[in-house]
């Protein structure tokens, strides 16, 4: 249903281009969300974008270097991370959800929670080097 993938090693200051591919379902009536696991701690939310309506949330580690976004005829989900530092090395997933909220503050806590999602990929390695 998902297929993520462009994880790799990068070089700190670098760059790298995550891609999430979906199918299977209705793309526009979901929201993607990019979640992260390093080892030894929790899954957390990297960033989110409601696909229907474009909107976009962000964790505030990810601010100002992350960038999500969609090409739609593709049904891809795309994050551009820049300035990548060590801190941001992890297993990065894709998951999808029906996260069909019109309150802005409540989405913007619904997405961060992994049991929001029905659909994850499988994930991709990013590791960056100092």
């Known amino acids: 249903q998902l297929q993520a993938s462009g994880g790799g090693l990068v070089q700190a200051g670098g760059s790298l281009r995550l891609s999430c591919t979906a199918s299977?379902?209705?793309?526009?009536?979901?929201?993607i969300g990019w979640f992260r696991q390093a080892p030894g701690k929790e899954r957390e939310g990297v960033s989110c974008?409601?696909?229907?309506?474009?909107?976009?949330y962000y964790a505030d580690s990810a601010k100002g270097r992350f960038t999500i976004s969609s090409d739609n005829a593709k049904n891809t989900v795309y994050l551009q991370m820049n300035n990548l530092s060590p801190g941001d090395t992890a297993v990065y997933y894709c998951?999808?959800?029906?996260?069909?909220?019109?309150?802005?503050?409540?989405?913007?806590?619904?997405?961060?929670?992994?049991?929001?999602?029905?659909?994850w990929g499988q994930g991709t390695l990013v590791t960056v080097s100092s």
């Open positions: 299977g379902f209705t793309f526009d009536d979901y929201a």
């Open positions: 974008l409601s696909i229907g309506d474009g909107r976009a």
């Open positions: 998951a999808a959800g029906l996260l069909q909220v019109r309150s802005d503050p409540i989405l913007d806590r619904l997405w961060r929670l992994p049991t929001t999602y029905d659909y």
